[in-house]
């Protein structure tokens, strides 16, 4: 069993309603449920989490050391641009981290340049839309 833990940060609990035409039209917990449907045939376990605040994020980052996990999937979404704390909780962990984001942030605005995060992960997956989590964790399992 491969066990999976994808964090989701601020505004991600609104996919669906946000901006639909930049971050897509399905709900978070449809994403989820759909992921979900097409990994059923795999042995993984996924852990969802989401919130809005910084802190909360980096206490489920450090928590997630003890937990064995083959990946730790995460849209860090504004926070990707500015938290060193965030950086600072994804390079303690011990496995593979893999930030997502759902549009292509390097085709936006100047200030979502800055790639604070991005240099916590091993791995950098954007502009794939709302299937972004299901191919995070299927790129681990092939
Ligand atoms: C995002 C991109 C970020 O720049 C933005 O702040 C988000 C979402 C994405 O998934 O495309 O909230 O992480």
Redesign the pocket.
């Known amino acids: 069993m491969k066990k999976f833990l994808i964090i989701n940060?601020?505004?991600?609990n609104l996919l669906g309603k946000r901006e639909p035409e930049?971050?897509g039209d399905r709900s978070l917990s449809e994403i989820e449920d759909e992921t979900m449907d097409k990994l059923k045939n795999f042995e993984v376990e996924v852990d969802w989490f989401q919130s809005n605040i910084e802190g909360e994020i980096i206490s489920r980052i450090g928590e997630s050391m003890g937990e064995n996990l083959e990946a730790l999937i995460i849209?860090?979404?504004?926070y990707?641009?500015y938290s060193i704390g965030i950086l600072d909780a994804l390079k303690m962990v011990p496995f593979k981290v893999i930030e997502?984001?759902?549009?292509?942030?390097n085709k936006?605005e100047d200030y979502?340049r800055a790639k604070l995060t991005a240099q916590g992960s091993d791995i950098i997956m954007?502009g794939l839309g709302q299937d972004?989590y299901f191919l995070a964790i299927y790129s681990q399992l092939i």
């Open positions: 940060g601020p505004n991600l930049i971050y849209n860090p979404a504004a990707a641009h997502v984001h759902l549009s292509n942030t936006r979502r954007e972004a």
